[in-house]
């Protein structure tokens, strides 16, 4: 009966290192999302996983990020050759399902803060 | 494309004052909105939901109503508490989107802070 989790709840990160953030969505959730948080700003989308496949990745900043949920339950999140610009929370939600105008909600893990020095 | 603007603060306020929150969207269609909560040390939390024009979401004393007219979900109390300390965020999301895709889109958040 958890909620969605992910690791680890902090990083910090040398400038040019790569970095994986993983998140565990609640068990039997379809629809999962990724963000990212700035301080002081909201959340900003980066990419939807329906099951395994990747349906949306608009959101992603660049090519040295990259995400993956191979078998549709787990996914992580890496960031490749981290850069200072980089620094955020990164959040994780999972949804049940969706079909149609119904509108699922969205639980959201602790978010990762990952620091890049 | 499709955003959302809300109040900025901090917004501070005494316990039992009334408390509004703006919020406007600009989208194509008919997008759900949503209020989340995030309080301190916590991860995001939905407030409340609505996804047709003049639907109220309601929850814990808070409130808002879809008013497509004026494009905007205003969320309100009437009686704060020093409990409702914390960062309210609006959100839409875009109900027909390809692959069921129901990514928020979100306001920069508005810090509430009641003081006993």
Redo the contacts between chains.
Sequence with gaps: GAGVSQSPRYKVAKRGQDVALRCDPISGHVSLFWYQQALGQGPEFLTYFQNEAQLDKSGLPSDRFFAERPEGSVSTLKIQRTQQEDSAVYLCASSLVTSGILTDTQYFGPGTRLTVL | GNS?TQMEGPVTLSEEAFLTINCTYTATGYP?LFW?VQYPG?????LL?A?KADDKGSNKGFEATYRKETTSFHLEKGSVQVSDSAVY?C?L?D???????????????TSLAVNP
Excluded: D
């Design positions: 959302v759900s989340y916590e991860g995001l939390q939905l939901k996804t965020f959100a999301s109900p027909y989107n390809a692959g069921n895709n129901r990514k928020l889109i979100w306001g920069l958040g």
